[in-house]
């Protein structure tokens, strides 16, 4: 969702986001417990340090250029991966590597199939990732990662995606109920059209959306559905 539109939506979404107009029990208890809880939780203290050790060393500019998980968006991507409590865990671009220790922090036995061809010049991801590389599969390649990933055995499964991937790709992990988050809709012009697309490609399922970031649950419990949320 372009600014100027989010703008326009504000008030819709932030009414929405209290649950108002939510007749989805499954919606209503995601948006209230998951998305807008306020009650700490205990890998907080870590996301924060994290986040903040780097905004300390880094500029605005260095920042943006590296794209670096806002504090407010790490938390979230915390809780959504605690509420599904995936063991396998797909992350389609390294980042700073925020986003893999938020995600891994959820439960001790996780793994993560992380796709990122330029990963080794990314100083500060394999810093951040370091504690963990025992937990963390590396892929240059795109079509092995998501095969290697739907491969492994899962009592659940969730993929993060940062970057712009095949259609074909992402389509197959919807079709296999992996759960997705989607970020940088509101930068990104490829990622807001493969999000359009997934939209599209769900027969069941929901999403929920701010325009900037989006979470997909193509569940076929659940009938379709979209919100766009003030998260």
């Known amino acids: 969702m372009k600014t100027w539109k989010r703008y326009l939506t504000a008030w819709s979404r932030h009414h929405r986001s209290g649950g108002f107009g939510i007749h989805s029990p499954f919606a209503f208890n995601f948006v209230r417990t998951v998305l807008r809880e306020p009650t700490p939780f205990y890998a907080y203290n870590g996301i924060s340090q994290l986040v903040n050790t780097i905004k300390a060393n880094t500029t605005r500019r260095k920042r943006r250029e590296m794209d670096l998980?806002?504090?407010?968006?790490?938390?979230?991507?915390?809780?959504?991966?605690?509420?599904?409590?995936?063991r396998n865990i797909l992350q389609m671009g390294a980042s700073t590597g925020v986003e893999s220790v938020a995600m891994l922090a959820v439960r001790r036995d996780s793994r993560l199939y992380l796709f990122?061809?330029?990963?080794?010049?990314?100083?500060?991801?394999?810093?951040?990732?370091?504690?963990?590389?025992?937990?963390?599969?590396?892929?240059?390649n795109e079509q092995v990662a998501v095969d290697d990933f739907m491969k492994a055995d899962s009592d659940g499964a969730m993929a993060l995606v940062n970057v712009p991937i095949d259609e074909d790709l992402i389509h197959r992990l919807?079709?296999?109920?992996?759960?997705?988050?989607?970020?940088?809709?509101?930068?990104?012009?490829?990622?807001?059209?493969?999000f359009y697309s997934c939209c599209n490609h769900m027969m069941t399922g929901q999403t929920y959306t701010n325009?900037?970031?989006?979470?997909?649950?193509?569940?076929?419990?659940?009938?379709?559905?979209d919100f766009t949320l003030w998260l």
């Not at 810093?127 to 937990?135: A, I, M, S």
């Open 116 to 140: 990122d061809p330029q990963i080794e010049q990314n100083v500060l991801a394999v810093k951040v990732l370091q504690t963990q590389l025992d937990r963390v599969e590396c892929y240059d």
């Open 69 to 86: 998980l806002g504090e407010r968006e790490a938390k979230l991507l915390f809780r959504v991966t605690n509420f599904f409590n995936p």
């Open 211 to 225: 325009g900037k970031i989006a979470i997909l649950n193509p569940s076929p419990k659940l009938q379709r559905e």
């Open 174 to 194: 919807l079709d296999a109920g992996t759960v997705l988050v989607m970020r940088r809709l509101n930068y990104d012009e490829a990622m807001r059209n493969l």
